[in-house]
């Protein structure tokens, strides 16, 4: 793939946008056109198809309105940055149910143990055998979901932070395109039907060319 690949998306359908090739035959007229990949389904977007140098120069246009407002985006990210640094609430609900799920388990294992030393109502073991194991599965996903959200938040620090270290390095004006610049910065483009693009910052600033 290219560094366009899965960035551009279609404002009519939300689809991802692929590279076609126009006269792959003739050297002197070929070049590559980006469309959207459903275009010729069943319900045909109205979206139009764009070079990739239709691409970059918005993207230069993006990036240096982003610039702009610089300071402000990064203020605001810091204070975004501050909230997720704290993960002592998620680290502590993670933790929680670590500790319930080794219980759950030890109960169950004590519980098949039994069951095999000991002659029982085989009717009332596996009622209580099935709670269990309810109780360990409904346990097992709430820490799934709050390893998520941890893992979640720490990832989004990182992302802010890289994009922080990046924005601030970054010269007064941009006039030549960069593929590092598109390939840390660009989270998302979606494409309207008179070409007007709508770029998404990884730091989840849009900007509309």
């Not at 792959?24 to 070929?30: K, L, Q, V």
């Not at 989004?156 to 006039?175: C, S, W």
């Not at 395109?177 to 483009?189: I, M, P």
Request: hydrophobic share 35%; with cysteine; aromatic share 8%.
């Amino acid at each position: 793939g290219t560094i366009f690949s899965a960035k551009i998306f279609c404002g009519d359908c939300g689809q991802m946008y692929g590279p076609k090739v126009w006269h792959s035959n003739d050297p002197a007229h070929r070049r590559v056109i980006w469309q959207c990949n459903s275009k010729f389904k069943d319900k045909r977007c109205q979206t139009p198809h764009v070079t990739e140098d239709e691409i970059k120069d918005a993207f230069i246009i993006a990036l240096n309105r982003l610039l702009t407002i610089r300071e402000e985006v990064i203020d605001n990210l810091r204070e975004v940055q501050a909230a997720l640094a704290d993960t002592t609430a998620q680290e502590d609900e993670v933790a929680r149910l670590t500790g319930e799920l080794d219980v759950v388990t030890e109960l169950l294992q004590q519980m098949i143990d039994q069951n095999a030393r000991m002659a029982q109502d085989q009717s009332d073991y596996q009622r209580r055998y099935d709670e269990l194991a309810s109780r360990y599965q409904e346990t097992d996903a709430a820490l799934q979901t709050a390893r998520g959200a941890l893992g979640q938040a720490q990832s989004r620090n990182r992302q802010i932070a890289d994009f922080i270290t990046e924005v601030e390095g970054l010269p007064e004006t941009v006039t030549e395109f960069s593929a590092d610049y598109w390939g840390h910065l660009v989270e998302k483009v979606m494409l309207g039907r008179k070409k007007e693009m709508t770029f998404t910052f990884t730091c989840g600033v849009e900007i509309r060319v």
